[in-house]
């Protein structure tokens, strides 16, 4: 830079008036000026997201109802068995005398027909649920995302191959597969584990399609044809540049597909092929109450159906928060 561009440079910065245009230049920025543009630099994707998320009141009402029953579900050994019994025992000297009890101090929800406190039992049943969800869906995204991005990366023989295995899976009902999968099982083969592993491996099709549509349409941008004038590695392509902007799809999908997972295991273990006892499970808690739903006591039924309504509703709402959020043509 020459003396006269230096010069130049130090009269912009104080704000003096340019001789030769005759224009003042731009005046200093003030510290609450300065303080917003290093604001505006600072921001990412993910904090604008966030931002956007936090704007949506049933999307944060969602997520606190889920943090009150993760938390609840994962400190559960701490205090249930102290305050409410615990939830898995059955004590045969006081079944007669506690059995089917109403609302109390001592048990909120009532208990069932053994005895044991329903709130426990709900807060205990929520490990399973959300064990199931989660893990399930965890295995569903990286087979998806492993054949999706193969497929839409590649494309040719190979995206055929992998589209005509997804569309044999997704020719299959997907809960009676299960069910077969599960009833082709021992008695004592049976249990969460086999629940999350056979649920897993056949959710994956569906994020197959979506993230291979994600891939096609993110691998038409021009940094992607940059990166391979430069030499760019296919796996470099596709987890440096690809991946990272292909993902906010699949994040929202699996938000809400762990719902539909936690409505499977209860579907499942209803009818006796998922979580078993004395193990606790939502759904196993409906099966064991449904003979006293026409009596006086629904609250069996009632309590268990109602915990996996709010929550399969607050993994969709929590999902939908996250689609808006992750769209980036929305504005704040």
Not at 199 to 225: C, E, H, M, T
């Amino acid at each position: 830079m020459s003396e006269y561009d230096r010069q130049e440079s130090r009269n912009e910065d104080h704000g003096i008036e340019d001789s030769h245009s005759g224009l003042p230049a731009m005046p200093p920025m003030t510290d609450a000026e300065s303080h917003i543009h290093d604001d505006q630099e600072s921001r990412t994707l993910w904090g604008d997201a966030w931002r956007r998320l936090r704007k949506n009141r049933l999307s944060i009402i969602a997520l606190v109802w889920l943090t009150i029953v993760v938390v609840s579900a994962i400190s559960a050994d701490l205090w249930v068995p102290k305050t409410l019994g615990d939830p898995r025992a059955i004590d045969s000297s006081t079944v007669m005398a506690n059995q089917l009890k109403d609302s109390s101090f001592s048990h909120p929800l009532g208990t069932d027909d053994l005895g044991r406190d329903i709130l426990g039992r709900l807060i205990y049943g929520a490990r399973a649920s959300l064990t199931v969800g989660i893990a399930a869906v965890a295995i569903s995204v990286i087979i998806g995302l492993l054949l999706g991005a193969l497929s839409g990366f590649y494309g040719g023989a190979v995206d055929s191959l992998i589209m005509r295995i997804t569309d044999v899976f997704l020719a299959f009902p997907y809960i009676l597969f299960c069910v077969l999968i599960l009833a082709m099982l021992p008695s004592s083969a049976r249990g969460i584990g086999p629940v999350i592993v056979s649920i897993g491996l056949l959710g994956w099709p569906s994020f197959a399609r979506l993230f291979r549509s994600s891939v096609l349409s993110v691998k038409q941008n021009d940094y992607v044809d940059a990166g391979r004038a430069v030499g760019a590695s296919d796996s470099r392509l596709m987890f440096r540049h690809i991946m990272p902007n292909a993902i906010a799809p699949i994040i929202v999908y699996a938000t809400m597909s762990i719902g539909g997972t936690i409505l499977t295991e209860a579907a499942l273990s209803f009818l006796g092929l998922g979580v078993q006892p004395p193990e606790i499970s939502w759904g196993r808690m409906i099966n064991d109450g449904r003979n006293y739903l026409i009596g006086n006591h629904p609250g069996l039924v009632f309590w268990p159906g109602l915990a996996i309504i709010l929550t399969v509703l607050a993994f969709t709402l929590l999902g939908d928060g996250l689609r808006d959020a992750l769209d980036v043509k929305m504005k704040d």
